[in-house]
C-alpha cells in the first residue's frame, strides 16, 4: 500500500495561510484610506454647502421680508435692530401695524428674540431639517442727512447733447456726502399752457372750445412730441436756452432733506429727514456636532455670512 501521508506531486500547498490572509487584509486596508478619506472630505463638503445655502436662503427671506412687508419706521436702528410701533399710533399708514402686528412679524422672522423698552429685537434662532441651529442677527443704521445752509437749493445739471447714444454727465460725490436722488427734469414743453390745453378737459364755451380733450383725439401734427424720437427737441422756437429741453436736457439733484419729510420717531436733526436704511444680516453657524444647537459659540466649525441691501422710504 502506498503511504497516504505523503505531500502531493508539486509539492506545495493550495491553502493560505492565516498569516498570508492577516497581510493581505493589512495592505488592502493602507490601500483603502485615501478612498475612506475622499469620502469623508466629500460628506463634510456637502453638509458645510447644504449648511450654507440655507443660511443664504434664510438671510434673503428675512431681507425680501423687512423690505416688502415691514413699514419704513417700524425698522429701528440698532445691532440687533428692533421692530417697534407702538410710538406711531394714530399716524397715517400706520393705523394697521399695532404692537401686536410688530410681535407677530419679529417672531415669525427672528424666533426666540427678546422685547426690549426699544421694541422687539432682530435676533433669533432658526433651525435646519438636520438639527442645525442658525444664529441671525439684523443690524440697521440709519443714512444720516447732514444739516444743511439755510438757502439749500436743487442743483441742476445739463446732461450733455450726446445723451441718450453715449453717457450723460453726471453730478458728482456731494459736498457733504449726503445721500441724494437726481432725476430729470420735465421738458418746457410739458409746461407749454398750448400743450396742457390739448390733455386736460377744455372748458365749455370760451376761447378753447373745439381743442381736443384727450391725446387720442389729437392729430398728427398736434402730438407734444415727436412719436419716433423724442430727443429730436423739435418745435422749441421761443424757449430760453437755460429752459429743460429733450436736447441737453437738464437733471436736478435733490438731498434727503429736500426729497423727504420729517420721520415720526427721532428729534434728532441728523436723522429726521432719513429716507434710507442700510440693512445688514448675519447668519452664524457651526458644523461641530456637539454645537450644533450652539451656534453663537466660536469654535474651529463656526461658519456665517453676511447680506446686505438698502430699504427706501417710498411713502414719503
Not at 493602507?30 to 478612498?35: D, K, N, S, Y
Not at 450733455?160 to 453717457?167: A, D, I, K, L, Q
Amino acid at each position: 500500500m502506498g503511504d497516504l501521508r505523503r505531500p502531493p506531486a508539486s509539492g506545495h500547498s493550495s491553502a493560505f495561510t492565516f498569516l498570508e490572509i492577516v497581510m493581505a487584509m493589512a495592505v488592502m486596508a493602507v490601500a483603502l484610506i485615501p478612498i475612506f478619506g475622499v469620502i469623508h472630505k466629500g460628506a463634510e463638503e456637502t453638509d458645510a454647502n447644504a449648511s450654507q445655502a440655507f443660511a443664504i436662503n434664510k438671510a434673503s427671506e428675512i431681507l425680501n421680508a423687512m423690505l416688502d412687508n415691514v413699514p419704513f419706521e417700524a425698522v429701528r436702528a440698532g445691532n440687533p435692530a428692533f421692530l417697534k410701533t407702538s410710538d406711531l399710533a394714530g399716524i397715517k399708514d400706520y393705523d394697521r401695524y399695532g404692537d401686536a402686528w410688530a410681535k407677530d412679524m419679529a417672531e415669525m422672522l427672528f424666533p426666540e428674540g427678546a422685547k426690549t423698552s426699544g421694541g422687539y429685537s432682530c435676533k433669533g434662532i432658526h433651525t435646519d431639517p438636520r438639527g442645525i441651529s442658525y444664529l441671525v442677527t439684523l443690524k440697521v443704521e440709519d443714512v444720516c442727512a447732514t444739516i444743511p445752509p439755510s438757502n439749500e437749493k436743487p442743483e441742476n445739471l445739463k446732461i450733455g447733447t450726446g445723451f441718450p447714444v453715449s453717457p450723460p454727465n453726471d453730478f458728482g460725490e456731494h459736498a457733504r456726502g449726503d445721500f441724494t436722488f437726481s432725476f430729470l427734469r420735465n421738458p418746457a414743453k410739458v409746461s407749454s399752457p398750448k400743450w396742457m390745453q390739448n390733455y386736460n378737459p377744455n372748458p365749455i364755451g370760451g376761447a378753447l372750445t373745439g381743442f381736443p380733450r384727450w391725446e387720442t383725439e389729437l392729430a398728427p401734427g398736434n402730438v407734444s412730441e415727436p412719436p419716433d424720437n423724442i430727443y429730436k427737441d423739435e418745435g422749441y422756437g421761443g424757449f430760453s436756452a437755460d429752459a429743460p429741453r429733450f436736447i441737453d436736457p437738464t437733471a436736478a439733484r435733490y438731498t434727503q432733506r429736500m426729497a423727504g419729510d420729517k420721520v415720526n420717531y427721532t428729534s434728532d436733526e441728523r436723522y429726521a429727514y432719513c429716507t434710507m436704511k442700510k440693512l445688514i444680516i448675519e447668519v452664524q453657524w457651526n458644523l461641530e456636532k456637539p454645537l450644533y444647537s450652539k451656534p453663537e459659540t466660536e469654535s474651529k466649525g463656526t461658519r456665517r455670512i453676511h447680506l446686505m441691501t438698502l430699504k427706501g422710504d417710498i411713502s414719503r
